[in-house]
């Protein structure tokens, strides 16, 4: 099954700003909406931010201003900026990618093995 692939994590202090990749070597995903997730030790898989074919984006509560998706349309990278990381924001983070656009991680088809993000007070 083909997989996506993301890199960018590691340790930041609160306040700093990261930037997480995502690449589908696999296959042509520039017809998916590419999303965003996270799961912190202890907690259930969040959604974080999505975007369209389009360029069509939303956004969890809790990153809103703070992070950007974007995804470079031609290839299969799509990016997270995350900046003003908080100590909240330390989790493992996935990208994946579904035919709908939608929060929901159930309706994902395809999914990276995630990449740690720690954010030290």
């Known amino acids: 099954q083909e997989k996506l692939v993301e890199s960018g994590g590691g340790l930041v202090q609160a306040g700093d700003s990261l930037r997480l990749s995502c690449e589908g070597p696999?296959?042509?995903?520039?017809?998916?909406?590419m999303g965003w997730f996270r799961q912190a030790p202890g907690k259930k898989r969040e959604f974080v931010a999505a975007i369209s074919w389009s360029g069509d984006n939303t956004y969890a509560d809790s990153v809103k201003g703070r992070f950007t998706i974007s995804r470079v349309y031609g290839s299969n990278t799509v990016y997270l900026h995350m900046n003003s990381l908080k100590p909240e924001d330390t989790a493992v983070y996935y990208c994946?990618?579904?035919?709908?656009?939608?929060?929901?991680?159930?309706?994902?088809?395809?999914w990276g093995q995630g990449t740690q993000v720690t954010v030290s007070s």
């Open positions: 994946a990618a579904s035919p709908k656009f939608t929060f929901v991680a159930g309706l994902y088809d395809y």
């Open positions: 696999g296959r042509t995903f520039s017809s998916y909406v």
